[in-house]
């Protein structure tokens, strides 16, 4: 089946500084992937779609200039959480679109994120 | 807007048992829904997905039935094993590219 990778699968960093997490889709194009945010004991909740070659579209409450999507390739789009504080300790999981033979969407393994 | 709700919360059954976790969905006019089981501090494994032209898919001891019209879906699980023991995701898509939603979960423990 189709594979979805994340990079990397977990991340430690101190408040305000950046984090960066990609999300790959290994073996098929994905014109538009998605990100989702899961804190402790909750669902998923999605935070922004995300469009090649154009501007991703955020969920009401999320701040586009803290969570930067760039969707620069059909295999490629990141997530950069800017200036992380605590707050922002989540598990990021991404999502990409298969367009053929059917559309599906497979999941990335998930990016745990804690900011101390 | 799409919401889905999933009953019950948790269970807690012993190893053996048949059991039925339940989804529902507000919109009915759905693209499909996916089960998904996760297992703490893990992501999603894909179990089920069933198109919204579908009725059900059953792989090995999982069954899952979509009824749109009336915003139902339910996973089936044969001769639960403590393996089993997870929580258990419905997801719903409404429209081909856009993202899922997702319910709130069902916490499932199989006592050995």
């Known amino acids: 089946g189709a594979v979805v990778s994340q990079h990397p699968s977990w991340v430690i960093c101190k408040s305000g500084t950046s984090v960066k997490i990609e999300c790959r889709s290994l073996d098929f194009q994905a014109t538009t992937m998605f990100w989702y945010r899961q804190f402790p004991k909750q669902s998923l909740m999605l935070m922004a779609t995300s469009n090649e070659g154009s501007k991703a579209t955020y969920e009401q409450g999320v701040e586009k200039d803290k969570f930067l999507i760039n969707h620069a390739s059909l295999t490629l789009s990141t997530l950069t959480v800017t200036s992380a504080h605590p707050e922002d300790s989540s598990f990021y999981i991404c999502s990409a679109d298969r367009l053929a033979p059917y559309n599906e969407q497979f999941f990335g393994p998930g990016t745990r994120l804690t900011v101390l | 807007k799409q919401e889905v709700t999933q009953i019950p919360a948790a269970l807690s059954v012993p190893e053996g048992e048949n059991l039925v976790l339940n989804c529902s969905f507000t919109?009915?006019?759905?693209?499909?829904l996916q089960w998904f089981r996760q297992d703490p501090g893990k992501g999603l494994t894909s179990l089920l997905l069933?198109?919204?032209?579908?009725r059900e898919q059953t792989s090995g001891r999982l069954n899952a039935s979509l009824d749109k019209s009336s915003g139902r879906s339910t996973l089936y699980i044969a001769a639960s094993q403590p393996g089993d023991s997870a929580t258990y995701l419905c997801a719903v898509r409404n429209n081909y590219g856009q993202n899922f939603v997702f319910g709130p979960g069902t916490r499932l423990s199989v006592l050995p």
């Open positions: 919109d009915s006019a759905i693209y499909n």
């Open positions: 069933i198109q919204s032209s579908q």
